[in-house]
């Protein structure tokens, strides 16, 4: 069966499979399924699982990456973005990249308390700490949960740097504690939008926030004074790049002091996701933009080269690049956020914070 034949769509999901976890012996494979007696895969409710990890904050060595340190409070993210590079550190937990992904989410209630025993450590010195540097910390289930509400009552504790990343307007619940950790320069806020067409965010980003939205994000965080920049990610050549100079307008428009880009890039299960994903959902250009996306990455959907493989290469990336500069040039304003404020940081004073939720 070819991917264009196979019509079955799983609404409100972004992958529409359960791929190999490469970690595992076994897989599921659906060659009888006169044998099955139910359907092997099904659209099912999302459930949660505790983990409770000795360390929650990560050190990444990509000598790529803006942040070296970073805390995600959820691992999965029901957003089910059908590119997030993310899915596949999923399989480390073994579940699938596909559907489990977005279905079968960890959460990290101790995180607070291990972030403040991490602030807590002998000659710490304070350094960027990324809130989402994986998955999304205000995803749906945080309006239950409160965990990265309950971080930020820590970084303003100690008076310690902190950066954010989202697309999800349920950061604002948490606006008081921004307006604070502003006021002292210790909080930087990135908005991932990259796509105002609602038709193709609804298919590429089934459980986000609209693209209009998070427009409005940025502007309520502005007229608050809380640093914003625009985090365009990813740019999918064929399917939103033409998107470019209207989303930096938009965003420009609402406030937003900076603008950064990525393009699209398939490693591992993510690869097989989304080639069954677009041949389902845009079957008529699904060659045409697959093909582009090998372009700007050697002829391969894969890339892990340092310093390439977020900004690809060759004809079709340069003019993303091109388009993105001209943009931002003729929309941006020279207008940068303040730094961040590394010398408030204050040890423990040894009383145990209690949590205003």
């Given at each position: 069966?070819?991917?264009?034949?196979?019509?079955?769509?799983?609404?409100?999901?972004?992958?529409?499979?359960?791929?190999?976890?490469?970690?595992?012996?076994?897989?599921?494979?659906?060659?009888?399924?006169?044998?099955?007696?139910?359907?092997?895969?099904?659209?099912?409710?999302?459930?949660?699982?505790?983990?409770?990890?000795?360390?929650?904050?990560?050190?990444?060595?990509?000598?790529?990456?803006?942040?070296?340190?970073?805390?995600?409070?959820?691992?999965?993210?029901?957003?089910?973005?059908?590119?997030?590079?993310?899915?596949?550190?999923?399989?480390?937990?073994?579940?699938?990249?596909?559907?489990?992904?977005?279905?079968?989410i960890i959460v990290k209630k101790d995180a607070p308390l291990l972030l403040e025993n991490y602030f807590n450590k002998k000659n710490y010195i304070p350094s960027p700490i990324m809130l989402s540097?994986?998955?999304?910390?205000?995803?749906?289930?945080?309006?239950?949960?409160?965990?990265?509400?309950?971080?930020?009552?820590?970084?303003?504790?100690?008076?310690?740097?902190?950066?954010?990343?989202?697309?999800?307007?349920?950061?604002?619940?948490?606006?008081?504690?921004?307006?604070?950790?502003?006021?002292?320069?210790?909080?930087?806020?990135?908005?991932?939008?990259?796509?105002?067409?609602?038709?193709?965010?609804?298919?590429?980003?089934?459980?986000?926030?609209?693209?209009?939205?998070?427009?409005?994000?940025?502007?309520?965080?502005?007229?608050?004074?809380?640093?914003?920049?625009?985090?365009?990610?990813?740019?999918?050549?064929?399917?939103?790049?033409?998107?470019?100079?209207?989303?930096?307008?938009?965003?420009?428009?609402?406030?937003?002091?900076?603008?950064?880009?990525?393009?699209?890039?398939?490693?591992?299960?993510?690869?097989?996701?989304?080639?069954?994903?677009?041949?389902?959902?845009?079957?008529?250009?699904?060659?045409?933009?697959?093909?582009?996306?090998?372009?700007?990455?050697?002829?391969?959907?894969?890339?892990?080269?340092?310093?390439?493989?977020?900004?690809?290469?060759?004809?079709?990336?340069?003019?993303?690049?091109?388009?993105?500069?001209?943009?931002?040039?003729?929309?941006?304003?020279?207008?940068?956020?303040?730094?961040?404020?590394?010398?408030?940081?204050?040890?423990?004073?040894?009383?145990?914070?209690?949590?205003?939720?």
């Amino acid at each position: 069966m070819s991917h264009a034949d196979n019509k079955e769509v799983f609404k409100g999901r972004g992958s529409q499979i359960n791929t190999h976890n490469k970690f595992l012996n076994n897989r599921y494979v659906t060659e009888h399924i006169e044998g099955l007696d139910e359907p092997l895969l099904n659209n099912s409710s999302t459930q949660f699982f505790e983990e409770h990890p000795k360390k929650i904050v990560s050190i990444s060595n990509s000598p790529d990456l803006p942040f070296m340190h970073s805390i995600n409070p959820y691992q999965g993210c029901e957003h089910g973005c059908i590119y997030c590079y993310a899915r596949n550190a999923h399989e480390y937990y073994g579940f699938s990249a596909g559907l489990d992904f977005e279905r079968k989410i960890i959460v990290k209630k101790d995180a607070p308390l291990l972030l403040e025993n991490y602030f807590n450590k002998k000659n710490y010195i304070p350094s960027p700490i990324m809130l989402s540097g994986n998955t999304d910390c205000y995803q749906p289930i945080e309006r239950k949960l409160k965990i990265t509400r309950q971080l930020l009552q820590i970084f303003l504790k100690y008076k310690h740097p902190v950066s954010i990343i989202s697309k999800n307007n349920l950061m604002l619940r948490d606006l008081d504690l921004l307006k604070k950790l502003s006021s002292l320069n210790l909080v930087h806020i990135a908005i991932t939008l990259n796509s105002l067409n609602e038709d193709l965010r609804l298919k590429m980003e089934p459980r986000t926030v609209t693209g209009l939205g998070r427009i409005k994000l940025i502007k309520i965080l502005r007229s608050e004074n809380i640093p914003v920049k625009l985090m365009l990610a990813p740019i999918i050549p064929g399917l939103n790049s033409d998107e470019i100079p209207a989303i930096i307008k938009a965003a420009a428009e609402a406030g937003a002091q900076g603008a950064s880009f990525t393009l699209v890039r398939l490693n591992g299960s993510i690869a097989e996701i989304f080639t069954d994903w677009i041949y389902k959902t845009f079957p008529d250009r699904a060659d045409k933009v697959l093909n582009m996306i090998a372009d700007c990455h050697g002829g391969k959907l894969n890339d892990s080269r340092w310093g390439k493989r977020m900004r690809g290469e060759g004809k079709i990336a340069e003019s993303i690049h091109q388009l993105f500069n001209m943009s931002i040039k003729k929309y941006m304003s020279d207008c940068y956020a303040s730094p961040l404020d590394f010398s408030l940081f204050s040890p423990s004073n040894g009383k145990q914070l209690e949590f205003d939720i």
